[in-house]
Antibody, heavy 125, light 110 residues
Framework: QVQLQESGPGLVKPSQTLSLTCTVS??????????WSWIRQPAGTGLEWIGH???????NYNPSLKSRVTISVDTSKTQFSLQLRSVTAADTAVYYC?????????????????WGQGTLVTVSS | QSVLTQPPSVSAAPGQKVTISCSGS????????VSWYQHLPGTAPKLLIY???KRLSGIPDRFSGSKSGTSATLGITGLQTGDEADYYC???????????FGGGTKLTVL
């Protein structure tokens, strides 16, 4: 059974960098059509995809966050990480890491089959 | 505002049926597959449906998915109080090269 667990500071000051790590257990981070994503949910709003990374290091980001986001992977530690720079109160949210399956079969398919439990990050001085 | 449009809320009585719509465009739903997630407060979202209409193993057949053109629909029959949750559609947008989620729909079982 694949499990994902987010870790990192729960409080970040405005203008600083939010850094989170997701540790994957129970499965390989390098197998198949798996892409490793960060998703967030600000209080009272819906899910927002931040971006993903393939084990080769290839990334895609949400265009609205692209200028502030970096996702990296450490396959030796079965971890991938999120850095979000220049944060403001609007970045306060529950942050999830998730495993995505992405492939083409008469159309592009993308869905998330495993999720971490989520971690609340508050941006405040 | 989400690119994928869902109704903010739906409600129905126990035992009844409800449908939740998800509307997009040709760059996302129109040419790609849709997935659906159930999200209970304080928990991780749970995959229900993938590839428009395939139920994940272990998901009751009370849950169904369909797609027509640039819209997708999640159906839930035999409603139970335990089905009260937020439901999200998701898909890949080929123009943006990004994953999109709908704004979410809160299901209330009266």
């Amino acid at each position: 059974q694949v499990q994902l667990q987010e870790s990192g500071p729960g409080l970040v000051k405005p203008s600083q960098t939010l850094s989170l790590t997701c540790t994957v257990s129970g499965g390989s981070i390098t197998s198949g059509s798996h892409y490793w994503s960060w998703i967030r949910q600000p209080a009272g709003t819906g899910l927002e995809w931040i971006g993903h990374i393939y084990p080769t290091g290839s990334t895609n980001y949400n265009p609205s966050l692209k200028s502030r986001v970096t996702i990296s992977v450490d396959t030796s530690k079965t971890q991938f990480s999120l850095q979000l720079r220049s944060v403001t109160a609007a970045d306060t949210a529950v942050y999830y890491c998730a495993r995505g399956l992405y492939y083409y079969d008469s159309g592009e398919t993308y869905y998330f089959d495993y999720w971490g439990q989520g971690t609340l990050v508050t941006v405040s001085s | 505002q989400s690119v994928l449009t869902q109704p903010p809320s739906v409600s129905a009585a126990p035992g009844q049926k409800v449908t939740i719509s998800c509307s997009g465009s040709s760059s996302n739903i129109g040419n790609n597959y849709v997935s659906w997630y159930q999200h209970l407060p304080g928990t991780a979202p749970k995959l229900l449906i993938y590839e428009n209409d395939k139920r994940l193993s272990g998901i009751p057949d009370r849950f169904s998915g369909s797609k027509s053109g640039t819209s997708a629909t999640l159906g839930i029959t035999g409603l139970q109080t335990g089905d009260e949750a937020d439901y999200y559609c998701g898909t890949w947008d080929s123009s943006l090269s990004a994953v999109l989620f709908g704004g979410g729909t809160k299901l209330t079982v009266l």
